[in-house]
């Protein structure tokens, strides 16, 4: 099929959110192996920067999700519910970026690559049967009531950890310092961002900003679907300026009334709110996805705007599909947990 290892990339990126949690883990652990290889393969530096930007964004929609464990904590919603409300966007798209990826290789005439044999692919399987299983633990521990998502979490790293170090042999043990010092010093980041964050949202509530942002949505009286789209353009212009999770906080809180008000499932504003602020990633000035990306592949974030914004195309669309058909995020968690939903 063209643009094999443009596929391979999505791909790759699907499997390490269900692992990490994470965007900006995500492009930095999979850019730095795949942007190289796709260059020595004849792709054009700027696709495999923007589509390996874009791609990682997947990494906050596809459970497990740090900004659904976070959003879950602020808004007092059940992760284990926006978990599964997650996957399947997040599946969609997915495919949507492969479908951009054949469409890119059809038409500049990227490499093809080699159809895999059914020993090759069993001996891959094999390999990263153990690492797959990291997110199935995480998502059945959460879901079926066993542990919060804070121990799932613990499980999950002592688990890599393990992996690493026994299974793979990848990890020594004078790795185990370095490790534990980068965790620390990146959840004090966030930590800092949350908190002050807080203080600013406090501002917000003492200057009565909430009230003022309801009762212009409110008279403007635009429904379920136009409210929803107001909702996803105060998180788009949000995201192009702050990290997702202090918009969580202090955007979030302030809509929930709006929400509540209109009639939204709050596991749909969630989604709806999640996948507005991952192209705040990959969308300067923020970007962060886009700034690890094009670092990695030497090149300036001007230079590959115009791919990012052909590619993120298709995530508009989903995006556009959610707010229109909420089942689409709906529809699994209420099979597995209805009680989320009383």
């Not at 409300?85 to 949507?96: M, N, Q, T, V, Y």
């Not at 789209?229 to 999770?245: K, P, R, S, T």
């Not at 596991?267 to 990695?296: D, E, K, Q, R």
Request: with cysteine; glycine share 10%.
């Amino acid at each position: 099929m063209p643009g094999g290892l443009g596929h391979v990339n999505v791909a790759v990126s699907m499997l390490f959110a269900g692992i990490s949690g994470s965007s900006t883990a995500d492009v930095a652990g999979c850019g730095k192996i795949l942007i190289p290889a796709m260059i020595k393969e004849g792709y054009d530096r700027r696709f495999a920067i923007a589509i390996t930007a874009c791609s990682s964004v997947m990494g906050v929609i596809i459970p497990p999700s740090i900004l659904m464990i976070v959003w879950g904590g602020v808004m007092q919603v059940s992760v284990g519910a926006l978990f599964l409300a997650g996957a399947i966007p997040g599946l969609l798209i997915g495919f949507s970026l492969m479908a951009t990826v054949y469409g890119y290789a059809k038409v500049y005439n990227y490499p093809i690559a080699e159809k895999p044999t059914w020993a090759s692919a069993f001996k891959a399987f094999k390999g990263a049967s153990l690492a797959m299983l990291t997110p199935v633990f995480v998502i059945y521990g959460i879901v079926a009531g066993i542990v919060t998502p804070t121990e799932s979490a613990i499980i999950a790293t002592g688990y890599s950890l393990f992996l690493g170090m026994v299974i793979y042999k990848t990890v020594k043990v004078r790795d185990v310092g370095p490790i534990l010092y980068d965790t620390g010093r990146f959840a004090s980041i966030s930590l800092f961002a949350i908190g002050t964050a807080s203080v600013f949202g406090w501002l917000l509530a003492y200057y009565n900003v909430p009230r003022l942002i309801i009762d212009v949505v409110t008279d403007l009286n635009l429904g379920v679907i136009g409210t929803s789209l107001v909702i996803a353009g105060l998180f788009l212009f949000f995201g192009l300026f702050i990290d997702a999770i202090p918009t969580i906080i202090i955007l979030g809180t302030v809509l929930l009334p709006v929400v509540a008000q209109a009639d939204i499932s709050p596991v749909v504003f969630a989604i709806i709110g999640i996948i507005s602020l991952a192209f705040g990633l990959v969308t300067p000035p923020y970007g962060l996805c886009l700034l690890i990306s094009a670092h990695i592949g030497g090149m300036n974030v001007i230079q590959v705007l115009k791919e990012v914004v052909i590619i993120l195309i298709p995530m508009l669309i989903i995006l556009l599909l959610v707010i229109s058909f909420p089942s689409i995020a709906t529809w699994l968690p209420m099979q597995l947990m209805p009680g989320a939903f009383n």
